[in-house]
């Protein structure tokens, strides 16, 4: 079964199981962002705005939602624009792209610091050398 075999070297290559432990590891990070955005960031700032909380902050599309009603309750009374959890949307989307940002540049000088200690790791060429290699490069131009 050809296809069996060929989906078997696809699932096993290395940049497949990478790819899964980066959205496993990036999952947990948006649970982890998404606590800190709900539980540690929003409620200081709800407070500083006069006791405000974000994740109740809507707009009802119909008369039968109830003014005041949290947003759980109003959601099921009918349509509603729910533009706080929208605002706490953004404010997590932003910390992880920060953070990816951190991470990624972190790599990238890493990368290059460790090329330049490649480059500077190649010794140079001894004098005695260079001149046997000219030597060499002449004999054999002449013979």
């Known amino acids: 079964m050809p296809i069996i075999r060929e989906f078997r ?8 199981l990478d790819m ?4 496993i590891i990036g999952g947990a990070f948006g649970t982890v962002v998404k606590s800190m955005v709900d539980d540690m960031l929003m409620p200081p ?13 809507y ?24 533009y706080g959890s929208f605002i706490n949307a953004m404010i997590s989307f932003v910390i992880v792209a920060f953070a990816l ?3 990624i540049k972190a790599m990238n000088t890493a ?3 460790f090329e330049r200690e490649q480059a500077a790791g190649v010794a140079p060429v001894p004098p005695d050398v260079v001149l046997l ?4 490069d002449l004999l054999k131009r002449q013979g």
């Open 45 to 57: 700032i709800g407070l500083a705005m006069k006791g405000v909380d974000f994740k109740n902050l």
């Open 9 to 16: 070297e696809f699932a096993m290559r290395g940049n497949v």
């Open 59 to 82: 707009v009802p599309l119909t008369d039968k939602v109830q003014e005041g009603a949290p947003l759980d309750v109003a959601r099921g009374q009918g349509a509603v624009i729910a």
């Open 133 to 136: 290699t000219e030597i060499r």
């Open 101 to 103: 940002f951190i991470i």
């Open 20 to 23: 899964a432990v980066g959205i």
């Open 111 to 113: 990368k290059k610091r």
